[in-house]
């Protein structure tokens, strides 16, 4: 059986875990803790990074989206990512606007108020984060046009690529109010029993 080498709180393995559970794809975790990483890392990914899945021959893939890219490719029940190379390209770029757009700038706002007293802040960076937060839901709302579905009219790995971001951004007093769509997707893919799956995830390695 493959392996997953993940952290629990990573919002790139969690993308992992609910893309194998979504299409019902076995694997063994290895859930890692920050600090104590494992000693056999090094050797699966010279970056130190995880997730990284380790194939049923022990060849290891690292990255969250070459993982997705490697399953799509290697297994062929439930595949998520569209043939028609348009629509391929675009659950892309719903998975970058997902990341660079939305999740990256609420990390980095994380890092600049944790442990700070808002007057502490660097308040121009900080609106400048938020604004591209609020942007990058703008666009999201702007692609599902209406739809469930972020392309086409079934659930892809788009949908999937924005689902932690989606789910977290009224912590930061970002109103899905105004996303109606969003809001929606969001109460929708919280609801899958792969994402429930993904957030506890109770497999072990053994």
Request: aromatic share 8%.
């Amino acid at each position: 059986m493959p392996t997953l080498y993940h952290f629990q709180d990573c919002p790139y393995c969690f993308k992992v875990r609910l893309y194998a559970h979504e299409r019902g794809i076995e694997f063994a975790s290895a859930t890692c803790q920050r600090g104590a990483l494992p000693p056999e890392l090094p050797s699966l990914n010279p970056l130190m990074r995880l997730p990284v899945w380790v194939n049923d021959e022990g060849k290891p893939v690292f990255g969250s989206v070459a993982i997705v890219d490697y399953l799509e490719a290697t297994v062929e029940a439930g595949r998520l990512l569209p043939s028609e190379p348009l629509a391929r390209a675009r659950c892309w770029m719903a998975d970058e606007i997902a990341d660079v757009g939305l999740l990256q700038p609420l990390l980095e706002v994380d890092r600049l108020t944790r442990g700070k007293e808002p007057g502490e802040w660097d308040l121009k960076r900080w609106k400048a984060l938020m604004a591209r937060a609020r942007q990058a839901l703008d666009v999201l709302e702007a692609l599902l046009g209406g739809r469930d579905w972020l392309i086409g009219g079934a659930l892809s790995y788009a949908d999937l690529a924005v689902a932690l971001p989606i789910s977290v951004v009224e912590r930061y007093g970002l109103d899905l109010a105004g996303h109606p769509g969003l809001k929606s997707l969001s109460e929708r893919l919280e609801r899958r029993s792969s994402t429930l799956a993904a957030r506890k995830e109770p497999q072990s390695a053994g």
